[in-house]
């Protein structure tokens, strides 16, 4: 396919996906590429990839993934590009009886070359852990350290690519969230926003993250793009707790889908749970049928940051067998962070069925903000139609989605999401520990 480099490209979304292909739209040599997004401000508040932090690892059992995230973490270690928005602590991956998804994944990484130290024996875990902190580690416990990761200062990034697609001349426009795809002929030709502003377009990529399917019900994309809530926690750490737990490398088990960083420089530790997560299905004028849609902190303030008692309860336990001192400890806050769940887990990257005006790039099923420098190169190869054809039928957006097989992401994300119900959601004294919880 002979790429034109004339062509008006409107992106949909100016997170992880949108922002990443739009530079590389630019770098390629497009001209006319703009950004939307339907935030007032940038990065949107209530996005995935807007976040203190997100793992960075290599570790897939599907070596795929585990190739590509060592691309990305090759160029996240460029700190003029970067800056300090890479933090290489390492990420310890706990293995579990029974549980082969790491163990694939670490075969994969020795296969690539990665820095693994592999760990058998609680006292051998215990050692790649500072030694002032206390770790609960299981007798039989068995593991490994991958130096070759990390986690990333999601929002810096985010910001940092920004400055990369305005410095190429790309245009990124907040506060336009879109009413409707303009079409002729069956084919994409522009965007209208809820302002009545127009963006005509030769081609339209389709970035908008969790908000995909609802707010475009007509491409009937309820079941390619889930938008699922996944539950976070906050603790703020003194100064001096801080300085204990600061040297430690990333806490992953994919059997149990609890993961916990070291603290980041404003003391702030971050846990959770990547799971089936929750929806919420809401009803519209634009679908006959209630489609999963976000509920954020700008679309129900403080209340839309909050996380059902159960996952809550979920959390401080599972902190509890990790980090039992912090596990003591109030949280600061919780968050829902909405995903774009596929059935299998592999992105959705590709034209519209008969339509070749319109692209998607979504669907990051939890683990796409790693890719970030890299990703976007993907979104264009598919563009121009360089997709290796293994890749393509990989990330297209009419696949057929078969049993999930455990390569992407463990079992723990196989079963369906529950409906959130605002009834559960926890308040600010659940955020307290049992112990110091006021008696009712």
């Given at each position: 396919m002979v790429a034109d480099r004339d062509k008006r490209i409107v992106v949909i979304g100016a997170g992880c996906f949108g922002l990443s292909a739009a530079y590389h739209l630019l770098k390629r040599g497009y001209q006319q590429v703009t950004v939307i997004d339907r935030a007032p401000i940038l990065p949107a508040p209530d996005a995935a990839s807007t976040d203190i932090n997100k793992i960075v690892r290599s570790s897939y059992a599907d070596i795929y993934y585990t190739r590509l995230a060592r691309e990305a973490i090759s160029a996240w270690k460029e700190a003029e590009e970067w800056a300090d928005t890479y933090h290489e602590s390492g990420v310890y991956c706990a293995l579990s009886l029974g549980e082969t998804y790491t163990d694939k994944a670490y075969e994969n990484d020795v296969a690539l070359g990665a820095r693994i130290e592999y760990l058998s024996g609680p006292d051998a875990v215990r050692g790649v852990f500072p030694p002032s902190v206390n770790i609960s580690v299981p007798e039989h416990a068995r593991g490994y350290l991958n130096r070759d990761g990390g986690w990333a200062f999601a929002s810096q990034g985010i910001s940092r690519m920004m400055d990369k697609v305005t410095a190429l001349g790309g245009k990124i426009i907040p506060g336009k969230p879109v009413a409707e795809l303009l079409r002729t002929d069956g084919k994409t030709?522009?965007?209208?926003?809820?302002?009545?502003?127009?963006?005509?377009?030769?081609?339209?990529?389709?970035?908008?993250g969790s908000w995909t399917a609802s707010a475009f019900p007509e491409l009937s994309l309820q079941k390619t793009c889930l938008a699922t809530g996944q539950c976070v926690a906050m603790l703020q750490l003194t100064p001096e707790e801080a300085d204990m737990y600061r040297d430690c490398p990333v806490f992953l088990n994919f059997h149990t889908g609890f993961y916990v960083f070291p603290p980041n420089q404003d003391n702030v530790m971050k846990l959770a749970i990547h799971d089936c997560g929750y929806t919420q299905p809401v009803k519209s004028d634009k679908s006959a049928s209630p489609v999963s849609t976000p509920r954020t902190v700008l679309t129900h303030g403080p209340d839309g940051l909050r996380i059902p008692k159960a996952s809550l309860h979920k959390l401080r336990s599972e902190l509890a067998q990790v980090y039992p001192e912090l596990?003591?400890?109030?949280?600061?806050?919780t968050r829902l962070c909405w995903y774009t769940d596929s059935p299998d887990e592999n992105w959705v990257i590709g034209y519209y069925p008969d339509d070749p005006n319109l692209f998607l790039a979504t669907s990051g099923s939890g683990h796409a903000y790693k890719f970030l420098p890299v990703l976007g190169r993907l979104v264009v190869d598919g563009i121009e139609g360089a997709l290796p054809p293994d890749v393509m039928e990989r990330f297209a957006v009419d696949r057929a989605h078969g049993t999930k097989d455990g390569t992407i992401e463990p079992e723990i994300r196989a079963h369906p999401p529950a409906p959130l119900e605002e009834e559960d959601l926890c308040k600010p004294e659940d955020l307290l520990p049992a112990s110091a919880a006021v008696p009712v």
């Open positions: 030709t522009g965007v209208r926003c809820e302002d009545g502003s127009v963006f005509e377009a030769d081609l339209v990529v389709l970035s908008a596990a003591k400890k109030p949280f600061a806050g």
